[in-house]
């Protein structure tokens, strides 16, 4: 949540986003209700904007209607921003780091997954950002468009076709695709099993109905990735 002025206006306005990670078809109404509490406590007008990130297209209402057969008595509506309906091409020109990020979770089809990683190393080499905020945006990343073998090979191969001087921006980005040796090798095996682990282990905590939260706490996997292996064991 953010308390901010609308463009030429003095108004004070509250926006209200709410990420979903998975499909649930009374959505609509979970906004309505978080809307009507926060106006309750903010009295001020609420923008609400829903950021969906499962996998999949399908609709959910923007709308949420009471109404008697003679009288409406509420229409609410908000706004939707359904990453999957959303053509990643559209964001390559963005110096937002988060949109670079979420390039992972928009639409492109299996051939371009090289070229939508290829983007995002691009987009970030164009920002300054600290190690840690850089580690953060390529983890998420990775979570959701992880390149095989083969496919890393080909990256490398098309970062090299760059101009020289965005190709040795990107060979900057401390990222795996320009370490070399065993030593990371190993690591990155490391790394990987403890994913792998950590995924087993939130799959049985899930299966005994322990909240998500909990199972992030425990586990240290992000909350949405806990959410899209709920949404698969369902």
Do not use: C
């Amino acid at each position: 949540m953010v308390e901010t002025k609308l463009k030429g206006e003095d108004t004070i306005i509250v926006v209200h986003i709410e990420p979903q990670s998975y499909f649930q078809k009374e959505f609509h109404e979970r906004m309505f209700i978080y809307n009507s509490r926060l106006y309750e406590y903010h009295r001020k007008p609420i923008l609400p904007i829903a950021v969906f990130s499962y996998p999949n297209k399908r609709d959910i209402p923007t709308q949420f209607t009471i109404s008697f057969p003679t009288l409406k008595i509420h229409e609410f509506q908000y706004l939707q921003l359904h990453l999957i309906k959303k053509n990643w091409r559209a964001f390559i020109h963005n110096n937002n780091p988060a949109a670079a990020a979420l390039l992972s979770k928009m639409g492109y089809a299996e051939e371009e997954r090289i070229q939508v990683k290829l983007e995002f190393l691009r987009m970030l080499s164009k920002v300054e950002l600290n190690p840690a905020k850089m580690e953060l945006l390529y983890g998420f990343f990775e979570t959701y468009l992880r390149l095989n073998e083969k496919e890393e090979e080909r990256m490398r191969e098309e970062i090299t076709k760059l101009p020289e001087h965005e190709m040795n921006q990107v060979l900057k980005l401390p990222n795996s695709y320009f370490e070399k040796g065993i030593k990371q090798g190993i690591k990155e095996g490391i790394e990987q099993g403890k994913l792998i682990q950590g995924i087993d282990i939130a799959k049985k905590m899930l299966g005994k109905g322990i909240d998500v939260n909990s199972i992030r706490e425990f586990t240290g996997l992000p909350k949405e990735m806990i959410e899209d292996i709920k949404k698969e064991m369902d």
